[in-house]
Each structure stands twice: as C-alpha cells, then as structure tokens.
C-alpha cells in the first residue's frame, strides 16, 4: 500500500515549533497550493487550498531554521488523521502530511536568509534522498 503526498506551495506563515516532553522538535506549518481554471464563462477562477505539515526530529529543525512566510517549497510525506476531545467534549479530528522530504524552491538570491549560509540536507535520514530543482518533476 502507498501513502504519500507530494506538494509544492508557499507558506502562508513563519512555522511553529515546539518540543515534545522527552525533547524531540516538532514543527508545524501550513501552506498554500493554488488551482487555476476557467469557469463555464470562460473567466479566469483561482481556488487556494490550504495544507497542515508537520514535520519531526532534524526535518523538523530545518525546517524551523529556513523556512519563512511566503517560501516556495516542495513536500513530500505521508496523510495522517489524528482525533482528539475538545475542551467541551466534542470529538475532533484533523488530517496532515507529516514530511519526510522538504526542498526550499525560491532561487537563492530570494532567500530570506544570509546568503553566504550554506543550505543543509533537506531529507530526514533514512527515509529518502534531497531533491535538487531539477528533480522535480515540473
């Protein structure tokens, strides 16, 4: 069986991490793909889809340290749906891509950050290899 998201968006804000109790990273972060089409009048309509990442261990520190809002990445991963009790007691659910692969595609003179920074391995080890911009597929 096959699980696995591939997306490519901008982020629509700066990620969050935080920390799990035994000290492991987490970084949460969402972003946006867009889908543009003509409607029956032959307009133009443009529909956004928004996507929540979460990302752990040293994927999860990269991705805190180089990403910002409004950074064109490519993702993959794998959808997961977690469920959860709210305060009143409502039960909840929310579903995600947890990444496995991250690569920053703004060139690097867009670069939020130094530019003489060197850019770190994008992939959690193990898992899969970084892709450089000529790898993806479009």
């Not at 998201?5 to 935080?18: F, M, Q």
């Not at 659910?93 to 690569?103: D, F, G, K």
Request: hydrophobic letters at 30%.
């Amino acid at each position: 069986m096959i699980n696995k998201a591939i997306l490519v968006g901008r982020l629509g804000a700066d990620p969050e991490v935080r920390y799990t109790p035994d000290g492991a990273m987490v970084t949460n972060f969402r972003i946006a793909t867009d889908e543009q089409r003509k409607d029956k009048n032959g307009e133009k309509v443009q529909k956004t889809e928004w996507h929540r990442i979460v990302a752990f261990g040293k994927l999860a520190e990269i991705c805190g340290k180089y990403l910002v809002k409004g950074k064109l990445v490519y993702l993959e991963g794998r959808l997961q749906t977690r469920g959860w009790e709210d305060k009143e007691g409502n039960k909840r659910s929310t579903t995600e891509i947890v990444a496995t692969n991250m690569q920053m595609l703004d060139s690097k003179g867009q670069r939020s950050q130094d530019s003489s920074q060197e850019e770190p391995p994008l992939s959690q080890p193990g898992v899969d290899a970084p892709l450089s911009e000529e790898d993806v597929p479009f």
